[in-house]
């Protein structure tokens, strides 16, 4: 299995959801965004055509998640998956958790539940669980050790025609700064070996135009790291499925039982249309850690009809990518 590992040289603002409300910014890429950066970038490089490569990639990307040197933090799944104390104790710490250190997920996917009271695992950031093995790289032995600072910077709104500032247009905007040996990481699937040497070349310049907002003054850029020796324990016989992507299933897959004893979250994907002032149409997506007893395939959904892109002026179709990129995991036990 191939990792990408973005070594974030710039701070990062990232809101897919379009919310316009810049105090707040995602902690990772969702694998839309990043599957659209790539194809965005993909046409500088490549005479193939856009609208074939954006509505049937040749790839299937995970989204991006937080790694520290060596260490791999993977979605909680959205089943049960540790075994608490009766007292219920620490019911609320093991409800914050979000992320799992690459051992304890293949132990999660392996079917074995973690036991609170014999394996508890070291935490850090309160959403972070990783082995106490693991935590001995930790340069801070502590729970205040992060991966990543917020900062929130000062900004105004100016008026475009009078040149000057808004009455009340101040506003905070949320960066990301990570830590050093710190980033994200995906995951990714090709159809053949052209396409991933493609994809190489593609992350670079992505790397260096950026991704996210303010790309214009040199945020969001990193270096790519590339780990061919990355090797996830999945089980032979899986029970289930969970997502490490976004995903948005087509209408045959919801017929066939998609949502028979699914343990799933549902969020809402919006954002802006590159290059203009329209907002892209809201649409529902599967998040990742969503758990399916029928392996999840999902699409690409196109957001306006022919005729409707054509009317806003817009060159191209605009598609959100809902494409499942998943792994094999046993029932917990």
Known sequence: MIAYKLNFTAP????????????????????????????SCWRYLYDDSVDELAAHPPFTLSSAFPYYSDIYFFPRPLVDIFHEPEDGSESKTIKKIKWLSQPLFEQVLSGTLIDWNKERPELFAETFALLRDEAECLEEKSKSFRLMT?????RIAVNRIKDSAEEGSLFYFAEHYFREEAGLFFLAEFKNGTTRKKLDAVLQLLGDQGIGADRSVGKGT????????????????????????????????????LLNEAAYDLTTRGGWISGTSLKKPPIKMFTEGSVFKQKPEGRTVGLFSEQQWKLLGLKNPILRHGRAFCLPMKGPK
């Not at 917020?150 to 000062?154: A, F, Q, S």
């Open 12 to 39: 990062l603002h990232v809101d897919s959801q379009g919310t316009s409300f810049y105090e707040k910014a995602d902690e990772f890429v969702h694998s839309d965004t990043l599957t659209a950066a790539i194809i």
């Open 150 to 154: 917020v900062l929130e910077r000062p």
């Open 222 to 257: 990193f270096i790519v790291e590339v780990d061919d020796l990355l090797e996830l324990e999945l089980p032979n016989d899986p029970e289930l499925w969970i997502t490490l992507s976004l995903y948005n299933p087509d209408r045959g897959e919801v017929k066939n039982g």
